[in-house]
């Protein structure tokens, strides 16, 4: 049993009692540690049997797999951690060069439906080479603007290093009233109705109880992580919402629509 999960620190309130050993995985589980891309990649290739995925990449895929209930990343407002940083006002992007991360597909859809549709822009995207550029490789690529994503967006705020930044989560907000999905939990199809899928499935939301309980603790655990303050730390940890409502299925089921992705939003 391999269970994905993302190394940032937002996959801290559902995998902290798993870390610590509070909570089990059933036996024989092992955690997996990538970026959202290559989770991605490899649950739809049969290589994980659990994991966390790209809301969008759920969707491209939704034949083969199905949604974990009641299990999500999404924020109603501000996310903090996808956010577009720019040299100059986002009006002023038409034509020019922003820098893309090829980490998170549901970040970059939104950005690219904000860009068309809100800002009325046409920029050039660019996708960086690396997988998870650092800061200072991102930095030094030619950009008038950049979108990143996690644990280098929360450092990236802090440094104010760019003039202006446009929260993701936020400006999805203000267009629709509604909140952003913008990850879930899937399982193989196949595999979703064995006992063992169902273990996992209760051991990560037993593990989001107890981690739901504790951000305090968590936080001062991301604040050493990262070096965000642990203010900051807690502040994003508990504006995120790890629940998959009827709320959240409206929402996502309406992003797809708007990007043109198949809509599959079927919950085990």
Not at 90 to 97: A, K
Not at 180 to 195: C, E, K
């Amino acid at each position: 049993m391999r269970i994905g999960r993302i190394g940032y620190i937002n996959c801290a309130p559902v995998y902290g009692a798993i870390d610590r050993g509070v909570v089990a995985l059933p036996p024989g589980g092992e955690l997996v540690t990538g970026t959202p891309s290559e989770l991605n990649d490899l649950l739809v290739a049969g290589e994980l049997d659990v994991s966390v995925i790209s809301a969008i990449e759920y969707a491209r895929h939704g034949r083969d797999l199905v949604l974990l209930s009641d299990l999500a990343i999404s924020c109603d407002g501000p996310v903090r951690s996808v956010a577009l940083f720019s040299k100059r006002a986002v009006e002023r992007l038409g034509g020019s060069t922003v820098l893309l991360s090829a980490s998170s597909r549901t970040s970059v859809a939104l950005l690219e439906l904000l860009c068309r549709e809100v800002w009325k822009i046409l920029p050039k995207f660019a996708e960086a080479r690396a997988e998870a550029p650092d800061l200072e490789t991102l930095a030094a690529l030619p950009h008038e603007a950049v979108l990143v994503i996690g644990d280098a967006a929360l450092q990236l705020a802090a440094a104010g290093t760019y003039p202006h930044r446009y929260d993701l989560g936020e400006e999805w907000k203000r267009w629709t009233r509604q909140p952003f999905v913008f990850a879930v939990w899937a399982a193989r199809r196949s595999a979703a109705a064995s006992a063992s899928i169902h273990s996992a499935h209760t051991a990560l939301l037993d593990s989001r109880t107890w981690g739901l309980a504790h951000l305090d603790e968590l936080a001062a655990e991301a604040s050493r992580k990262t070096g965000v303050p642990i203010a900051a730390c807690r502040e994003y940890l508990g504006g995120l919402d790890y629940a998959f409502s009827d709320q959240h299925r409206t929402a996502l089921t309406d992003f797809l629509r708007r990007v043109g992705s198949p809509q599959f939003v079927q919950v085990a």
